[in-house]
């Protein structure tokens, strides 16, 4: 019998009786998740600064004079005294006509530190400037004029952050509220409208905001009109303002965009960000059980096309499922990163059809093809234009078989998500490495030319991508330091799966089977903004198969 999720429900009754808003792009109630957890079908991005927290809590623990229906839900804290804060957000498809909806229950501990919605005209959520819409509950800290102080409810008039206007309406502290909005996008700008209903939980709604300003980007008009709505996103105080504690639960968000049938996982992963998408039959060769909230699947065949998922259900390796989600930068770490090579699908619902099902068999491959080329079409990724899958070999612009002149070969396929295995020596142990490595990490080598071990990476004045030039060039550009990346693969291990492997020491050969990955660079050291660093993701302890020890040499 299926297994299928009460997102999975929502979503399916949402296709079959097409409500007023469209499509279930999210239904998050949280009550699956363990207390202490980050909800993984949402990304959250903490700002540097004070102290921050986002993770479910038990409602009855926390807030025993709850509602029955709050079981648990996310709390947001935000210590502030500075201008840091939380985006607590999740990508919607891309929508440029028909109605979207948000709504969602929440409650404030305090009425003194700003929390903001948002809705982002682009994938840009952390800059105001890409704001489609911004409903504000007010701190202490005025950012409405004419608002009578903590407590009221104000809305942004143009992207300016300064041009809010007050909604004539209060929230108080310690209470369950029930917030909606309704943006309605259309040719004509006089029908753009943002509709705001708030009141307390479980009982009357009441409009409080009904306005045609959030069609205005940038100050600008008419060039300066919101054309698409891309993220939804949830975010703490960035004034220095008292300690926010926020709960959030019951979010739901509709629109008027269809998902779109993908045959393949290969077709499927070249969809512009925020597409929502389902692919169907696809057999998972890496579960959450190995990852986490994160499983891999695949075109069933022997090097076929894979991608992560992210969700909040339990999957395991060998199920074939059926996906519904939608298209989004992976995320490391909880944060995204515009030029990190791996997409993953934010898993609305997913639906287990069988399992124990044979996984394909992993494909070997040498070293220096793990990750691949760049390939795809091109896109816009923090102000750069690059290819949509960005793999470990962007030394020129012409997609993942262009011809390089400095090793006389192709750049190898672009093969991020496919189930591999790779044979060479352990040349490096990680726990002298960067805090954003794990420990139990280590490289494996097997001799072959990496081009990111063998040469430097440079960046030319004009930014026109990473370039990989013999040792002997002096170009006029800044050479990359690498001296914290050893030779060869890096080999990712769960810390729970760490004790169940084989002691390894250096000079040992090993093959050594997973998920090929790769990680931006611009997540450990900031100033490296396009490197991928090509990575083998370990799921269980048999993927790991010791072939000679080097005491026995």
Not at 25 to 47: E, M
Not at 92 to 116: K, L, Y
Not at 273 to 284: E, S
Not at 529 to 547: F, T
Request: aromatic fraction near 10%; glycine fraction near 8%.
């Amino acid at each position: 019998m299926e297994k299928i999720s009460v997102p999975a429900i929502l979503l399916l009754l949402g296709l079959l009786s097409c409500p007023a808003a469209g499509y279930v792009y999210v239904a998050s109630d949280f009550n699956a998740l363990p207390v202490g957890s980050v909800p993984q079908t949402w990304t959250v991005l903490y700002t540097s600064g004070s102290v921050r927290t986002c993770a479910v809590v038990d409602a009855a623990t926390e807030l025993p004079d709850s509602p029955p229906d709050i079981k648990k839900c996310v709390k947001l804290y935000d210590a502030n005294g500075d201008t840091s804060n939380i985006h607590f957000r999740h990508w919607i498809p891309r929508t440029s006509e028909g109605t979207t909806v948000i709504q969602f229950d929440v409650r404030f501990s305090q009425i003194t530190a700003n929390f903001a919605v948002r809705v982002t005209n682009g994938d840009t959520f952390t800059t105001v400037a890409n704001s489609a819409c911004q409903l504000q509950f007010e701190g202490s800290v005025a950012w409405a004029s004419g608002a009578s102080g903590p407590g009221c409810i104000s809305y942004l008039k143009t992207h300016t952050a300064s041009l809010l206007a007050y909604s004539g309406v209060v929230y108080e502290p310690n209470k369950w509220y029930t917030c909606r909005i309704e943006l309605t996008y259309d040719a004509l700008p006089e029908n753009r409208r943002m509709t705001c209903y708030f009141g307390e939980k479980n009982g009357t709604l009441n409009k409080i905001l009904d306005a045609v300003y959030w069609t205005y980007k940038n100050g600008a008009f008419p060039t300066g009109m919101v054309d698409n709505l891309q993220q939804v996103g949830f975010m703490t105080s960035n004034k220095s303002e008292g300690d926010q504690t926020v709960y959030l639960d019951n979010i739901l968000i509709e629109g008027p965009v269809a998902p779109l049938d993908y045959a393949t996982v290969g077709q499927a992963r070249l969809a512009p960000k925020g597409t929502l998408l389902r692919v169907t039959d696809k057999i998972v060769t890496a579960g959450t059980d190995a990852f986490g909230q994160i499983f891999y699947i695949q075109d069933n065949i022997s090097g076929g096309a894979g991608i992560r998922v992210r969700t909040d259900q339990t999957v395991q390796e060998g199920d074939v499922v059926d996906v519904w989600g939608s298209i989004a930068q992976a995320s490391e770490g909880g944060s995204s990163t515009n030029h990190n090579c791996e997409r993953e699908i934010v898993a609305n619902s997913v639906v287990v059809k069988s399992q124990g099902n044979p996984v394909p068999r992993p494909v070997w491959m040498p070293c220096k093809n793990l990750g691949g080329g760049w390939f795809g079409p091109d896109e816009v990724a923090g102000g750069v234009t690059e290819p949509v899958l960005k793999g470990v070999y962007p030394f020129n612009t012409w997609g993942d078989t262009a011809f390089d002149p400095l090793t006389n070969s192709f750049c190898p396929l672009f093969n991020v998500g496919t189930l591999v295995t790779i044979v060479g020596r352990v040349t490096q142990w990680c726990g002298d490495y960067p805090s954003y490595y794990k420990s139990n990490d280590y490289y494996v080598w097997d001799g072959s030319d990496l081009a990111e071990t063998s040469r430097q990476l440079i960046k030319y004045s004009d930014y026109d991508g990473w370039h990989v030039v013999d040792n002997s060039q002096v170009p006029p550009v800044t050479v990359i330091d690498e001296s914290n990346h050893p030779s060869g693969v890096r080999v990712r291990i769960p810390s729970w799966l760490f004790p169940q492997l084989p002691k390894l020491n250096v000079g040992d050969v090993v093959a050594v089977t997973g998920i090929s990955g790769a990680i931006s660079n611009s997540e450990i050291v900031s100033q490296q903004k396009i490197r991928n660093i090509r990575v083998l993701r370990v799921r269980k302890a048999s993927d790991v198969v010791v072939i000679q020890r080097v005491s026995e040499e």
